[in-house]
């Protein structure tokens, strides 16, 4: 991914709009922050955080905002080699900004949690304070800033690069994995919801894609 952002400045070159800068680079990160800021200011007008459930459900609408970006992110590559063209490559070259994405709205969960654990602090200790969750929020939020931080090039360029791809190779499954088993663990219960269900199907989707990916490749060699 590149981190020039002055090659996207034309805003229709060649006519294609995927070519804006308002789509392309940090442009593109700053827009989908504004965007997601916006959602989660809705989200707290509407739902409030009056009581433990509804301060719950804005943390499940902080996870539904951050989704869709760790998925796009994980098929990118997958979509680059079994479907080449202008929509593949706009992803490839944003994929760096689609993870800070990410970021920035799976960040608003902790601020979430923070505000779960200040304004209702026996529901906190009931519902959510178990060994095991504790650990996986403290896994994700690990690996959350460990692949933030090496995002950027001053720090990536300080790393291994066997080291570095290794980290966002792990991470991007983590992700990938924790956010689908939560959705289909979801759509499993009896409080089903839609986004439940979309949600599991687009993560086992994006999962077969990559399966496809991987085995084309595999092919080629072999060939």
């Known amino acids: 991914m590149t981190d020039d952002n002055s090659i996207y400045v034309g805003e229709y070159k060649n006519g294609h709009a995927l070519k804006h800068r308002m789509l392309n680079g940090w442009s593109f990160f700053y827009l989908i922050a504004?965007?997601?800021?916006?959602?989660?200011?809705?989200?707290?007008?509407?739902?409030?955080?009056?009581?433990?459930e509804a301060t719950v459900d804005l943390i499940r609408l902080s996870v539904q905002f951050a989704s869709p970006w760790i998925f796009i992110a994980f098929v990118t590559s997958p979509l680059k080699q079994l479907f080449?063209?202008?929509?593949?490559?706009?992803?490839?070259?944003?994929?760096?900004?689609?993870?800070?994405?990410?970021?920035?709205?799976?960040?608003?969960?902790a601020?979430?949690?923070?505000?779960?654990?200040?304004?209702?602090?026996s529901y906190y200790g009931e519902q959510l304070h178990n060994t095991v969750d504790l650990m996986?929020?403290?896994?994700?939020?690990?690996?959350?800033?460990?692949?933030?931080?090496?995002?950027?090039f001053s720090v990536r360029?300080?790393?291994?690069?066997e080291h570095w791809r290794w980290l966002h190779l792990v991470g991007i499954w983590y992700f990938w994995a924790v956010i689908w088993v939560t959705y289909a663990e979801q759509a499993l219960s009896s409080a089903v919801k839609t986004i439940d269900l979309v949600y599991t199907v687009l993560g086992l989707l994006v999962l077969f894609l990559r399966i496809a990916a991987y085995l084309k490749t595999r092919a080629g060699k072999s060939i």
Request: proline share 5%; with cysteine.
């Open 136 to 152: 996986g929020r403290i896994a994700s939020y690990i690996f959350l800033t460990a692949l933030t931080v090496t995002s950027f």
């Open 157 to 161: 360029r300080k790393m291994r690069p």
């Open 111 to 121: 601020v979430c949690i923070a505000a779960l654990f200040a304004l209702h602090p």
């Open 34 to 52: 504004m965007l997601t800021f916006a959602g989660m200011i809705a989200g707290l007008v509407l739902i409030g955080t009056a009581t433990p």
């Open 84 to 109: 080449p063209g202008s929509v593949s490559k706009w992803l490839a070259r944003n994929r760096r900004y689609m993870g800070l994405s990410f970021a920035a709205g799976f960040g608003w969960q």
